[in-house]
């Protein structure tokens, strides 16, 4: 059986990310090898990583030399910075802009944990209401999380640069103070 991560923003190959995100890395190719240091230690070949947006900056050749070292099955959702993952599609199983995936996990009353994946942050998503989760990128670990909300940045700069396991966030979800509302009960 496979594991299922979770990650964003790695922005391989873009040397302006150090700057901006405050990366406390020397030079781009420090961090292009920490992070897919940081990728393989936790993911296994056969298992599948959703990653949600800005995979990298950087030329054809060295985007694809990136790629081919990280390990997984690697399903994309499309952020704002992915002109060098769609010139590398092979190399995914699927790019969407957006996806809802369903999680065998028997501790659901139903026994499946939804999960909406979006690249960008959502104030309400599908299911919201029934502790449906949504995991997105794009901010950096900037945007303040919210504690009575079923979703947070699973990016790399807001998790000391590493992808997160299934249980990883579920262990994060149950911190929150989320409650399933009353007038959703009676649907």
């Given at each position: 059986?496979?594991?299922?991560?979770?990650?964003?923003?790695?922005?391989?190959?873009?040397?302006?990310?150090?700057?901006?995100s405050?990366?406390?890395?020397?030079?781009?190719?420090?961090?292009?090898?920490?992070?897919i240091?940081?990728?393989?230690?936790?993911?296994?070949?056969?298992?599948?990583?959703?990653?949600?947006?800005?995979?990298?900056?950087?030329?054809?050749?060295?985007?694809?030399?990136?790629?081919?070292?990280?390990?997984?099955?690697i399903?994309?959702?499309?952020g704002?910075?992915?002109?060098?993952?769609?010139?590398?599609?092979?190399?995914?199983?699927?790019?969407?802009?957006?996806?809802e995936?369903?999680?065998k996990?028997e501790?659901?009353?139903?026994?499946?944990?939804?999960?909406?994946?979006?690249?960008?942050?959502?104030r309400?998503?599908r299911?919201?209401?029934?502790?449906?989760?949504h995991?997105?990128?794009?901010?950096?670990?900037?945007?303040?999380?919210?504690?009575?909300?079923?979703?947070?940045?699973?990016?790399?700069?807001?998790?000391d640069?590493?992808?997160?396991?299934?249980?990883?966030v579920?262990?994060?979800?149950?911190?929150?103070?989320?409650?399933?509302?009353?007038?959703?009960?009676e649907?």
């Amino acid at each position: 059986m496979s594991n299922i991560f979770f990650t964003s923003d790695h922005h391989f190959g873009h040397t302006n990310i150090i700057k901006f995100s405050n990366r406390p890395f020397l030079n781009v190719e420090e961090m292009n090898e920490v992070m897919i240091a940081r990728w393989n230690e936790k993911i296994g070949p056969n298992d599948e990583v959703y990653h949600l947006g800005d995979f990298g900056i950087t030329t054809p050749e060295d985007f694809q030399n990136i790629v081919s070292r990280l390990n997984g099955i690697i399903y994309l959702i499309v952020g704002n910075h992915e002109g060098s993952a769609l010139g590398y599609r092979k190399r995914f199983k699927w790019i969407k802009e957006y996806h809802e995936v369903k999680i065998k996990d028997e501790e659901r009353g139903n026994g499946v944990q939804r999960i909406v994946l979006f690249h960008y942050a959502m104030r309400v998503w599908r299911g919201d209401s029934r502790g449906t989760w949504h995991l997105y990128g794009h901010s950096h670990g900037n945007l303040p999380d919210l504690a009575h909300r079923l979703s947070f940045d699973v990016g790399v700069d807001a998790h000391d640069f590493y992808p997160l396991s299934y249980d990883e966030v579920k262990a994060i979800m149950k911190t929150k103070s989320w409650a399933r509302s009353v007038e959703d009960e009676e649907i």
